[in-house]
């Protein structure tokens, strides 16, 4: 009996454990080292680079318009938007989430040009989704290309770091090349611009995002748990904002095939990934993937074309 007693109890220690936010169960992975790609750009202030976008009365910019928090009530989300739009470029942002109980909340940092092609729309996509108490914000990737909606490229993770306590840098390289993902500057996922994806693969202007809303109905394990509004204002907050690349109004100047000034990331350095990058990138979908719509044969009887071709 006493072996039975020491079993239910390891059971009921690792269960406790599972539902411990991140930052109280202690280190558990250390990312590789990488190259610093946010390094290579220079940073501007909140103010510079974005307008607000809708909710203006939940844009609260800060230190003198070098950050901003964006907060989620009972009345408004918000968000931000760029003031330019771009062709190809490498875009971040350093972000802190919304801390306690966040079901149904989403904080998106994201590249979209669905006000121009509302039918026919590019879109690269970060989502942060919250959670129910004592578990972990999930960030979610996706990316859509001419209106390809109707199938879902979406890929998800658990972090390694609890993103409530600290600032940290969600970036996306995006180029005639690949699209790269990045969490401080590790690259978590790489979308290779080959033919088995060129139809979907994002290819208009876009500009960049950032916003905080009501995902409800699906956000959290797929709408269970609805945004809680007595623990309202949910707030999230900015700095750290690097958008470098070809601005769409001298697009004649900027050429998707070859080297330009104007496009800072079409260089060789930014057209395939590092052998350190590849270090960190199977070591994030390794440890800490845990869905891709490339494995999930129950939703698709057929796998997206880019699934079932080496690279």
Known sequence: MAGLHK???????????????????????????????TDQFRRISVSQGY????????VHLTNNGTSADLILDKSSGSGLVSKNRYYYGFFSAAMKLPAGFTSGIVTAFYLSNQDLFPHNHDEIDFE??????????????????????GTGREEKFYLWFDPTQAFHEYSILW?????????DNV??????????????YPSKPMSAYVTIWDGSKWATHGGKYPVNYSYAPFATSL????MEGC??????ACSKRSVSSLDPVDGQEFAKLSQLQTTGLEWARGKHMFYSY??????????PPECTTAK
């Open 7 to 37: 079993k239910f109890a390891f059971f009921g220690l690792l269960k406790l454990w599972m539902l411990m936010p991140v930052s109280s169960r202690g280190p558990v992975y250390t990312p590789p080292n990488v190259e610093r790609v």
């Open 51 to 58: 307008n607000v976008f809708y909710g203006g009365s939940n």
């Open 128 to 149: 942060l989704l919250g959670h129910e108490k004592r578990r972990q914000w999930v960030l979610q990737t996706n990316l859509y290309g001419n209106g390809s909606v």
């Open 175 to 183: 180029n005639n090349h690949h699209i790269v993902f990045l969490v």
């Open 187 to 200: 690259p978590v996922r790489e979308v290779i611009h080959n033919g088995a994806i060129s139809s979907a």
């Open 239 to 242: 700095r750290g904002i690097e």
């Open 247 to 252: 601005i769409r109004e001298n697009s004649a």
């Open 294 to 303: 490339c494995q999930d044969k129950s939703r698709y009887k057929v796998l």
